[in-house]
Nanobody, 115 residues
Framework: QVQLVESGGGLVQPGGSLSLACAAS????????MSWYRQAPGKQRELVAV???????NYADTVKGRFTVSRDNAKNTVHLQMNSLQPEDTAVYYC?????????WGQGTRVTVSS
């Protein structure tokens, strides 16, 4: 079955950096686009970044130029490098894949940006 396991969250000061990882299993990883979403307290889940099977990327305007999504097909892992973090980036970050019409989610990893 599809499994997505996020890691790398934590507490960071404004202006700092964090790198998130999502280890995927249960499907042919290299054939699927992967996405990162986030959900801040009291807000709806929002799309942050996408990387296609071919490696093309797209970002929400709010993170463009600060976040970078990448994938390692040899390790079935997708990464999210987050730089210049701001308090408004505080959220639980989720890895996502859509397969056969279904969305699959990891358990999420919490990122807190605070001084």
């Amino acid at each position: 079955q599809v499994q997505l396991v996020e890691s790398g969250g934590g507490l960071v000061q404004p202006g700092g950096s964090l790198s998130l990882a999502c280890a995927a299993s249960g499907f042919p990883f290299s054939s699927y686009g992967m996405s990162w979403y986030r959900q801040a307290p009291g807000k709806q889940r929002e799309l942050v970044a996408v990387i296609t099977a071919g490696g093309a990327t797209n970002y929400a305007d709010t993170v463009k130029g600060r976040f970078t999504v990448s994938r390692d097909n040899a390790k079935n892992t997708v990464h999210l490098q987050m730089n210049s973090l701001q308090p408004e980036d505080t959220a639980v970050y989720y890895c996502n894949v859509q397969r056969l019409g279904l969305h699959y989610w990891g358990q999420g990893t919490r990122v807190t940006v605070s001084s």
